[in-house]
Nanobody, 127 residues
Framework: QVQLVESGGGLVQAGGSLRLSCAASGRTFSSCAMAWFRQASGKEREFVAAISWSSGRTYYADSMTGRFTISRDNAKNTFYLRLNSLEPEDTAVYYC????????????????????WGQGTQVTVSS
């Protein structure tokens, strides 16, 4: 089992920045992929970014590249999502997720491939 707890959401003006945190605990997650998804009201949950815990390699949804940055702090068992140049369209509940990876398997990008989820944190961007 892996437990995930998000923090860092809030209300921000367009053009502003936020840093979301996801604290992980439980079983060893050195073989995990850690990811961020978001879900706007009335829309499906979508992939934002992922990071391999062991290698630190990062992956982004095409539309998120450049404004968002995923990172991790091994010592704190925490990974982050930095959101820059926020737009009202970025308003959503942001979820962190984790999944143990089999060797040679690529980092997943779909909701159904992740087993462990945080409770979500609301990000609201005002215009």
């Amino acid at each position: 089992q892996v437990q995930l707890v998000e923090s860092g959401g809030g209300l921000v003006q367009a053009g502003g920045s936020l840093r979301l945190s996801c604290a992980a605990s439980g079983r060893t997650f050195s073989s995990c992929a850690m990811a961020w998804f978001r879900q706007a009201s009335g829309k499906e949950r979508e992939f934002v970014a992922a990071i391999s815990w062991s290698s630190g390699r990062t992956y982004y949804a095409d539309s998120m590249t450049g404004r968002f940055t995923i990172s991790r702090d091994n010592a704190k068992n925490t990974f982050y999502l930095r959101l820059n140049s926020l737009e009202p369209e970025d308003t959503a509940v942001y979820y962190c997720a984790a999944q143990h990876l089999s060797p040679m398997k690529p980092v997943p990008r779909s909701v159904r491939e992740y087993t462990y989820w945080g409770q979500g944190t609301q990000v609201t961007v005002s215009s």
